[in-house]
């Protein structure tokens, strides 16, 4: 018996000197911490366990990507809020030309070169914008070490960039073809 407890005693001061790092005690105690919901998991549910494991990674998995589409559609209005002025002010010049009474074909060519010269203006604004912006992003995970996590995050990030781009695409494009220089 006295055997027994010198085992016991050095286990437990072996363990004490282990555990002595704050990050090993953290480490501990999120894995009892997840063993403890499997065991007791597997207690209520019985075989159902798996199942549950199933939904819950279907809902982290939507939570993540749900995620990663704000972010990303916060970066593209975030850009779109820098040139938003620009942009309305070109419309507005377009729509108050159309409305106007007295037009010529010299007058209408003049407003197509100036929409032209106002749209790649703001594009190319919109664009060192936006690319500030990504820069901006990418450096909070240019540390972390290249894996299929990371490749798959940044993949998702650009083309919920790229979706949200011909969102407001599909927005603007109506109310500038529909300029009455464009008809």
């Given at each position: 018996?006295?055997?027994?407890?010198?085992?016991?005693?050095?286990?437990?001061?072996?363990?004490?000197?282990?555990?002595?790092?704050?990050?090993?005690?953290?480490?501990?105690?999120?894995?009892?911490?997840?063993?403890?919901?499997?065991?007791?998991?597997?207690?209520?549910?019985?075989?159902?366990?798996?199942?549950?494991?199933?939904?819950?990674?279907?809902?982290?998995?939507?939570?993540?990507?749900?995620?990663?589409?704000?972010?990303?559609?916060?970066?593209?209005?975030?850009?779109?809020?820098?040139?938003?002025?620009?942009?309305?002010?070109?419309?507005?010049?377009?729509?108050?030309?159309?409305?106007?009474?007295?037009?010529?074909?010299?007058?209408?060519?003049?407003?197509?070169?100036?929409?032209?010269?106002?749209?790649?203006?703001?594009?190319?604004?919109?664009g060192r914008s936006l690319w500030g912006a990504l820069k901006e992003y990418?450096?909070?995970?240019?540390?972390?070490?290249?894996?299929?996590?990371?490749?798959?995050?940044?993949?998702?990030?650009?083309?919920?960039?790229?979706?949200?781009?011909?969102?407001?695409?599909?927005?603007?494009?109506?109310?500038?073809?529909n300029l009455c220089v464009y008809n």
């Open positions: 018996m006295n055997s027994f407890k010198n085992i016991v005693s050095q286990i437990l001061k072996e363990v004490s000197e282990k555990l002595s790092k704050r990050k090993d005690i953290v480490s501990l105690i999120i894995f009892i911490g997840i063993a403890l919901v499997f065991l007791i998991s597997y207690y209520f549910w019985g075989n159902h366990v798996v199942e549950a494991m199933g939904i819950t990674a279907g809902i982290v998995w939507v939570v993540l990507i749900l995620l990663i589409m704000l972010i990303a559609g916060f970066t593209v209005l975030k850009s779109l809020f820098l040139f938003a002025g620009e942009l309305s002010l070109t419309i507005f010049l377009g729509q108050s030309y159309c409305s106007a009474q007295w037009r010529s074909s010299v007058s209408d060519e003049a407003l197509r070169d100036l929409l032209v010269v106002a749209f790649l203006y703001i594009i190319v604004s919109f990418y450096k909070r995970v240019k540390k972390e070490r290249w894996s299929i996590a990371k490749i798959f995050a940044i993949l998702l990030f650009l083309i919920f960039i790229v979706w949200f781009l011909r969102e407001i695409y599909l927005v603007v494009s109506p109310i500038i073809l």
